[in-house]
């Protein structure tokens, strides 16, 4: 049968399969089409665009340890295509992959022939050798945020639970606050504050979640950067309040800033200071008192500020009795304003080896909500509480590859929207998810999007914009002799457009923003 006998074969089975269904409104037809180039991601293109002209994917491609011998195998493009297109898309399984092997527009643009099968993803994934497969993506987290840390930054750390429910190589007990009891695997993150970029991931075991776990990876970053590329300030929470860790980075001469457990020996101090006088504002109802402390294990004094919040309603209040040991139980008003009943305090130290003032370093300390909500965000949105598999190794590499594909797409995304950061369960929508329709015509090929959401004609104008600062770039790097590339220049633009966000105006820090009724806690 000829090519022009099948097309119309074709077409006619297109007709036959044409049905009509009872809906509210009447009958409507159904018709089933199989051969048209389609996709729910139409507006995905202009990602990719992105991508390439910034040579971010040819350099990740190109730099991949994974070889083929068989002439049938897969190629890279369309290992790592497969692998990408399922990260936007949102995925948290190998098997979500099926969704989106009926894609008939991105992958082309991508350079691949086909999506391939979620096995062959497996597959590929576990012939990439650990040792150079850990380096290959390391080496792209760090240069996927390179350009930027030039301007002054802030290096948040903490560590992330996954719990499973397999035979997953080690899944161990260890601390879970969501599911108590049940095996899991910690995630150690190094994170770019404001801007949220991932510099660094470490999956271990779930019984190694400690700071001290933490701490070689975290050296490792700081050991690699140039002394014009340091963090002005390493943070995390009370989990890195320890003296080996402050003892490394003191040794570094990094500035740091953590959170104290409440000890016995903490609220000691905190007693001591209850009646004394210099209490300062430390922002957002928060009052704090300087001074220095020495704690059993410390080598030597640190400064420690001590913050405190009254309390305001009602404080419940337990006792045992002396007689016969019954437990008493009293609600006590607290009324600031008056100034009777009891005024009780919500307290919280931190630690650190800056001379920052009181009132700028509560506000940085606050400023750290900003990296919780990116960490929730890799876990829940993207794919770190999934793609599992029984051997740490492929754990670690898709840890490693969300982190980056997490990268590019809020660098892209704050190229399209600079004024605020978005998450991506209201970027992808946004700016991704159009039905898509491809067409050719005398040699040219047309992408028809479809609108799926509110602001599409937003996103059109947002997504237009970047490509014609792309194209611009590109065009200006072809008429100089020494060029910077075009990923140079849109890490210069971000830093233009974000580096006059910051918290107190004492400390100018990249993309933190203070907000005038933001009130995190500690």
């Given at each position: 049968?000829?090519?022009?006998?099948?097309?119309?074969?074709?077409?006619?089975?297109?007709?036959?399969?044409?049905?009509?269904?009872?809906?509210?409104?009447?009958?409507?037809?159904?018709?089933?089409?199989?051969?048209?180039?389609?996709?729910?991601?139409?507006?995905?293109?202009?990602?990719?665009?992105?991508?390439?002209?910034?040579?971010?994917?040819?350099?990740?491609?190109?730099?991949?340890?994974?070889?083929?011998?068989?002439?049938?195998?897969?190629?890279?493009?369309?290992?790592?295509?497969?692998?990408?297109?399922?990260?936007?898309?949102?995925?948290?399984?190998?098997?979500?992959?099926?969704?989106?092997?009926?894609?008939?527009?991105?992958p082309g643009l991508l350079g691949m022939r086909k999506v391939i099968s979620e096995d062959a993803l497996r597959n590929a994934l576990k012939r990439i050798p650990e040792a150079e497969g850990t380096a290959w993506l390391d080496t792209h987290l760090t240069d996927s945020v390179a350009p930027l840390l030039d301007a002054a930054w802030i290096l948040d750390t903490d560590t992330t639970i996954k719990p499973l429910y397999g035979h997953q190589e080690g899944a161990m007990i260890g601390y879970n606050p969501k599911k108590p009891g049940r095996p899991?695997?910690?995630?150690?993150?190094?994170?770019?504050?404001?801007?949220?970029?991932?510099?660094?991931?470490?999956?271990?075991?779930?019984?190694?979640?400690?700071?001290?776990?933490?701490?070689?990876?975290?050296?490792?970053?700081?050991?690699?950067?140039?002394?014009?590329?340091?963090?002005?300030?390493?943070?995390?929470?009370?989990?890195?309040?320890?003296?080996?860790?402050?003892?490394?980075?003191?040794?570094?001469?990094?500035?740091?800033?953590?959170?104290?457990?409440?000890?016995?020996?903490?609220?000691?101090?905190?007693?001591?200071?209850?009646?004394?006088?210099?209490?300062?504002?430390?922002?957002?109802?928060?009052?704090?008192?300087?001074?220095?402390?020495?704690?059993?294990?410390?080598?030597?004094?640190?400064?420690?500020?001590?913050?405190?919040?009254?309390?305001?309603?009602?404080?419940?209040?337990?006792?045992?009795?002396?007689?016969?040991?019954?437990?008493?139980?009293?609600?006590?008003?607290?009324?600031?304003?008056?100034?009777?009943?009891?005024?009780?305090?919500?307290?919280?130290?931190?630690?650190?080896?800056?001379?920052?003032?009181?009132?700028?370093?509560?506000?940085?300390?606050?400023?750290?909500?900003?990296?919780?909500?990116?960490?929730?965000?890799?876990?829940?949105?993207?794919?770190?509480?999934?793609?599992?598999?029984?051997?740490?190794?492929?754990?670690?590499?898709?840890?490693?590859?969300?982190?980056?594909?997490?990268?590019?797409?809020?660098?892209?995304?704050?190229?399209?929207?600079?004024?605020?950061?978005?998450?991506?369960?209201?970027?992808?929508?946004?700016?991704?998810?159009?039905?898509?329709?491809?067409?050719?015509?005398?040699?040219?090929?047309?992408?028809?999007?479809?609108?799926?959401?509110?602001?599409?004609?937003?996103?059109?104008?947002?997504?237009?914009?970047?490509?014609?600062?792309?194209?611009?770039?590109?065009?200006?790097?072809?008429?100089?002799?020494?060029?910077?590339?075009?990923?140079?220049?849109?890490?210069?633009?971000?830093?233009?457009i974000i580096a006059g966000i910051g918290p107190p105006k004492t400390l100018r820090l990249l993309g933190i923003m203070q907000t005038e009724s933001g009130n995190y806690g500690f």
């Amino acid at each position: 049968m000829g090519e022009s006998k099948m097309k119309l074969a074709a077409r006619e089975e297109m007709l036959l399969s044409c049905a009509g269904v009872q809906t509210m409104t009447g009958r409507v037809q159904v018709r089933w089409e199989t051969e048209s180039a389609a996709t729910p991601m139409g507006q995905l293109a202009y990602f990719i665009e992105f991508l390439n002209l910034t040579g971010l994917w040819s350099r990740w491609l190109e730099s991949c340890p994974l070889n083929y011998t068989s002439p049938n195998a897969p190629s890279r493009a369309e290992v790592l295509g497969t692998w990408l297109l399922s990260m936007l898309a949102g995925h948290r399984r190998y098997s979500h992959v099926t969704t989106i092997r009926c894609d008939g527009i991105n992958p082309g643009l991508l350079g691949m022939r086909k999506v391939i099968s979620e096995d062959a993803l497996r597959n590929a994934l576990k012939r990439i050798p650990e040792a150079e497969g850990t380096a290959w993506l390391d080496t792209h987290l760090t240069d996927s945020v390179a350009p930027l840390l030039d301007a002054a930054w802030i290096l948040d750390t903490d560590t992330t639970i996954k719990p499973l429910y397999g035979h997953q190589e080690g899944a161990m007990i260890g601390y879970n606050p969501k599911k108590p009891g049940r095996p899991s695997h910690a995630y150690h993150t190094y994170l770019m504050a404001g801007l949220r970029q991932v510099l660094g991931v470490e999956v271990r075991a779930g019984n190694e979640h400690t700071a001290k776990h933490a701490q070689p990876g975290l050296l490792k970053i700081l050991d690699a950067l140039p002394p014009q590329r340091k963090p002005r300030l390493v943070r995390g929470d009370n989990a890195f309040g320890n003296d080996p860790l402050m003892t490394a980075l003191e040794e570094r001469e990094q500035p740091y800033l953590f959170k104290l457990k409440l000890s016995k020996n903490v609220k000691r101090h905190i007693g001591s200071l209850f009646r004394q006088s210099g209490w300062t504002d430390a922002g957002q109802g928060w009052e704090g008192l300087d001074g220095e402390l020495a704690l059993t294990g410390w080598r030597q004094k640190r400064r420690v500020v001590v913050l405190r919040r009254p309390l305001m309603g009602e404080i419940a209040v337990t006792g045992d009795d002396a007689d016969d040991s019954q437990q008493q139980f009293a609600f006590v008003e607290a009324d600031r304003k008056t100034g009777k009943g009891i005024t009780g305090y919500e307290y919280a130290v931190l630690v650190s080896n800056t001379n920052y003032e009181v009132l700028s370093l509560g506000q940085l300390y606050r400023d750290r909500a900003d990296a919780e909500n990116a960490f929730d965000e890799l876990k829940n949105q993207w794919g770190w509480g999934g793609f599992t598999t029984h051997d740490l190794h492929r754990c670690q590499l898709a840890a490693r590859g969300v982190a980056l594909a997490y990268n590019w797409w809020s660098l892209f995304v704050r190229l399209a929207h600079p004024d605020a950061r978005r998450e991506a369960v209201t970027s992808r929508p946004w700016l991704m998810s159009s039905v898509g329709r491809r067409t050719e015509h005398a040699g040219q090929t047309t992408i028809t999007l479809t609108g799926l959401h509110a602001h599409f004609d937003k996103a059109r104008a947002m997504l237009m914009r970047v490509s014609v600062m792309l194209q611009g770039w590109v065009a200006q790097a072809a008429e100089q002799l020494n060029p910077p590339t075009v990923w140079q220049r849109v890490c210069d633009h971000l830093k233009q457009i974000i580096a006059g966000i910051g918290p107190p105006k004492t400390l100018r820090l990249l993309g933190i923003m203070q907000t005038e009724s933001g009130n995190y806690g500690f």
